[in-house]
């Protein structure tokens, strides 16, 4: 049986203010067990302006088993970090922080936080994202008349994407804007509420992150106007649509980069890294991804700052686009003896903001985002290490393979649910909460193999359980819901078969039921999260929140666990799955995922 700690995160039930402004006083508040050691005290320690302070914390009252403490801070610091000290009456001292619980003293990186940043949108919280590559979603009427780049190699609808040599990004499908706006019907069926577009700049590739122009949407998409009809379209049915932009770099043929390299006096040539008079620094050394030189002034104006920059551009009248995906976030801005990475994070939201601060800032950032995500710009991040790493060495087949999130792994890794968890805390301890819950759950994505290739037996449904229902937002990379498949990141860019949508049936109505799940109920999109069993084959949580809770298995395994007393309050009532919950009792066979609502948490007043 897996012991009931003390607990905190930055859900609503601990702290007072998710958005708090410099000098405002939130109240935060922490349970306690009554299973746990005797307490003679509970104290807050602040770190503002780096000089730790303490405020003592006192005893609100007790519910459902659980003491609770509360205590008062003050936001000293636009990331004002916090950590709890309890002392035992026996004279021991524990410490308590985003990391866990911990006899000995703690790290300041795994503080709590309090963020003074603008707040990202209200919605962000509670959306789920659908991620679409246009090249491979859907063909319009319109398709056909349009004539073919020379770059382009024709590829039919049903052909298998070319993933090794030279032709793979030239492979050329032709899926349009209008083609997703014949195909909204599904996307509203699935439950998903937000569009991720993949570049929609004129390239020449068919991933278009090549874009040899920002001021314009590529004509064999359909141009602007095709755009403003998708997001006019998507908006009417409830649908968010944000975009990518490459803020790391352009392509070779962009009209910036061609004039940097015809007129070396010219401004453009500021835009990017020289080597010599002809070579530069380019993404990864790939020659046609020029780096961009954020030191330029009008490079910035050009490109993230104010409303007439191209950040600014797409979000304002009339095209309406709800906000940005950033490619290579984490590489944007440095180079060398150069990080302006923060400058031009905080320029593209103040962007926005000045737009209209409702939209939302997602970042590419693949491996760690600690750094980067502190929610003073992006307010959320599109990693692999906090949840589809582990998730897919949980759940996968672990057969050899050429390609795992860019790690040098012969074989997908064998993990534990111990092993899990432990990578996702890991990951996650170093980010603000809001942060958190903004920061993608994705088992795949257009840079990667599609998850379905390397499943193991029935573990689809618990993966994606647990990508609906962790703090985050969950991530469906169009097809994923037709059970398709791809060996790395080219290979999994496969074109709907929309002639053939009738035999997904059965994968589609699983990914709608649990797409629902997260949009029905308010605890997965605001409520806290505590971890009552952590085991190899067995994974159990709750998301809590004032007005209901949320309680999941995930199980790679059949199980049979009994939960310590008071690990949650009422009897569970069956949301999804067909485990059993008699009591504290859980049992059930595996793979399996299961959800039941409980009752709301109330604090004591």
Do not use: C
């Not at 009931?4 to 930055?10: F, I, M, T, V």
């Not at 309090?114 to 509670?126: D, E, F, K, T």
């Not at 007129?263 to 008079?277: A, I, K, M, Q």
């Not at 067909?578 to 299961?594: E, H, I, N």
Request: proline share 7%.
């Amino acid at each position: 049986m897996q012991r009931l700690l003390p607990h905190h995160d930055g859900s609503p039930l601990y702290v007072s203010a998710d958005a708090p402004s410099l000098g405002d006083v939130v109240k935060v508040r922490m349970r306690i067990p009554e299973s746990y050691q005797a307490v003679s005290a509970v104290r807050t320690r602040s770190n503002p302006d780096h000089e730790p302070r303490f405020s003592l914390a006192k005893r609100i009252g007790a519910r459902d088993g659980w003491d609770w403490w509360e205590a008062d801070i003050e936001v000293e610091n636009p990331v004002h970090g916090y950590r709890f000290l309890i002392s035992h009456a026996d004279g021991s001292h524990a410490w308590l922080n985003a990391a866990g619980l911990s006899v000995i003293e703690t790290l300041d990186v795994h503080d709590f936080r309090l963020v003074a940043h603008p707040a990202p949108p209200a919605w962000g919280r509670s959306t789920v994202m659908y991620q679409i590559f246009p090249d491979r979603f859907a063909r319009s009427s319109a398709a056909d008349a349009r004539g073919l780049p020379s770059w382009a190699k024709p590829a039919k609808w049903s052909d298998e994407p070319i993933h090794v040599g030279p032709d793979t990004p030239r492979q050329f499908y032709g899926g349009d804007l209008a083609g997703i706006v014949d195909h909204l019907d599904h996307l509203e069926r699935l439950g998903v509420t937000m569009i991720y577009l993949t570049p929609v700049f004129p390239a020449r590739s068919n991933h278009r992150y090549d874009a040899y122009s920002f001021d314009r949407v590529d004509p064999l998409l359909g141009g602007d106007e095709a755009l403003i009809a998708l997001v006019e379209a998507a908006h009417a049915r409830g649908f968010r649509v944000i975009g990518d932009l490459t803020s790391n770099h352009s392509g070779d043929a962009h009209e910036w980069f061609t004039t940097a390299v015809a007129h070396p006096e010219s401004v453009e040539r500021g835009f990017y890294y020289w080597l010599s008079d002809s070579d530069y620094v380019s993404w990864l050394g790939v020659p046609s991804l020029p780096k961009f030189n954020w030191t330029s002034e009008e490079l910035r104006r050009r490109v993230i700052q104010g409303a007439d920059s191209i950040v600014g551009k797409w979000l304002a009248e009339p095209y309406n686009m709800d906000g940005w995906r950033i490619d290579v976030a984490n590489m944007t801005g440095r180079y060398r003896e150069h990080d302006l990475n923060g400058e031009v994070r905080r320029t593209i939201r103040a962007t926005m903001i000045g737009l209209d601060p409702d939209t939302l800032l997602v970042a590419e950032s693949t491996n760690d985002a600690n750094e980067d995500f502190q929610g003073d710009g992006w307010h959320g991040s599109m990693t692999y290490a906090d949840f589809t790493r582990p998730v897919w060495g949980w759940l996968s087949d672990h057969r050899p393979t050429d390609w795992f999130f860019g790690l040098p792994h012969e074989t997908v890794p064998d993990y534990t649910g111990v092993e899990v968890h432990a990578a996702h805390a890991r990951f996650t301890s170093a980010l603000p909460w809001r942060v958190r819950l903004h920061t993608m759950n994705a088992l795949d994505t257009h840079d990667t193999a599609r998850f379905a290739s390397h499943a193991s037996p029935g573990a689809i449904p618990v993966a994606l359980g647990m990508s609906m229902t962790l703090p985050g937002i969950p991530v469906v990379f169009a097809g994923d819901e037709l059970g398709l498949k791809g060996e790395d990141g080219e290979h999994s860019r496969t074109p709907m078969p929309w002639d053939s949508i009738d035999e997904h049936e059965p994968t589609i109505a699983l990914y709608s039921e649990l797409i629902h799940l997260r949009t029905g109920h308010v605890a997965l999109s605001d409520g806290g999260i505590r971890w009552l069993h952590v085991g190899d084959d067995l994974l159990v949580y709750i998301r809590e929140h004032a007005d209901e809770s949320v309680l999941v298995a995930a199980a790679r395994a059949d199980f049979d666990v009994t939960l310590e007393d008071a690990s949650f309050a009422g009897i569970p009532s069956l949301l999804f799955g067909g485990a059993q919950a008699v009591g504290l009792r859980f049992r059930g066979g595996g793979p399996s995922f299961t959800a039941w609502s409980l009752p709301g948490v109330k604090v004591p007043q």
